[in-house]
């Protein structure tokens, strides 16, 4: 049992910074992938980086070279730095942790969102 909550969100012009935040509690031991997916009106959610638990970490290719995904096991949270950020960055973002059972089974924890507006 995973609880995430998300911070960081908010409203920043085109080209700048923001860094979203991702607190996790329970049983954190157990989570094998944490990553971040962003949903904007009316469009499916999408992947935005994951970090897996040896420490590799992969980005669509729509953020790669100006989003970096980081963890701090110390205080149980994952970050996403958003530099460089475009209009279309505008989406709901989501923080997520996977622990993988079997080949079959996967149980998700999801945060409840956080608000990323970029204007132009």
């Known amino acids: 049992q995973v609880q995430l909550v998300e911070s960081g969100g908010g409203l920043v012009q085109a080209g700048g910074s923001l860094r979203l935040s991702c607190a996790a509690s329970g049983r954190i031991l157990a989570i094998n992938t944490m990553g971040w997916y962003r949903q904007a009106p009316g469009k499916q959610r999408e992947l935005v980086a994951e970090?897996?638990?040896?420490?590799?970490?992969n980005y669509a290719d729509s953020v790669k070279g100006r989003f970096t995904i980081s963890r701090d096991n110390a205080k149980n949270t994952v970050y996403l730095q958003m530099n460089s950020l475009k209009p279309e960055d505008t989406a709901v973002y989501y923080c997520?942790?996977?622990?993988?059972?079997?080949?079959?089974?996967?149980?998700?924890?999801w945060g409840q969102g956080t608000l990323v507006t970029v204007s132009s």
């Open positions: 997520n942790a996977r622990t993988v059972l079997s080949s079959l089974v996967a149980l998700d924890a």
């Open positions: 970090i897996t638990r040896g420490g590799s970490a």
